[in-house]
């Protein structure tokens, strides 16, 4: 497996402690290992990663609406919250500049394109994840068991 495709493999870190959210992550996860998997391969057609990108961008959109909700449930601290709002909105718009980028390609650069929109779903992935989700969703979830048993 390539080095850009390293951060596809599941990892326990990503575990946050709700079983939902952690199947979102690891079928983001999955998802973007696929795209990523099709790009290294260079035999990728702008319609299928469009189709793919698609796909992902929908899943991580319900899925920030997820953690948002979850977050609101679990009387999440405020301040907490509304960090995670403003890292998800950072988050889609930096994958919608991207998968701009992707879909304005000409032929020459659309490899190029593909591999940047991978590095921002690296981050996404891999540094959202081990860092904003497991500082405050961990956090809530692991304060809302305590509080239930």
Request: hydrophobic residues 40%; proline residues 1%.
């Amino acid at each position: 497996m390539s080095p850009m495709l390293k951060f596809c493999e599941w990892d326990d870190s990503f575990l946050v402690g709700d079983l939902i959210i952690d199947g979102e992550h690891k079928k983001i996860c999955e998802m973007a290992c696929a795209f990523g998997q099709l790009v290294e391969s260079g035999e990728v057609s702008y319609r299928e990663a469009m189709v793919m990108v698609r796909e992902v961008m929908q899943h991580v959109n319900a899925h920030h609406a997820h953690e948002e909700m979850l977050l609101s449930i679990y009387n999440a601290d405020s301040v907490d919250l509304e960090e995670h709002r403003k890292e998800h909105l950072k988050l889609r718009l930096t994958l919608n500049k991207a998968l701009a980028e992707v879909r304005d390609q000409k032929t020459e650069s659309f490899q190029d394109a593909c591999h940047q929109l991978l590095d921002n779903l690296h981050d996404l992935i891999a540094e959202h994840i081990k860092t904003m989700d497991a500082r405050t969703l961990r956090k809530c979830i692991a304060k809302h068991d305590s509080e239930i048993r």
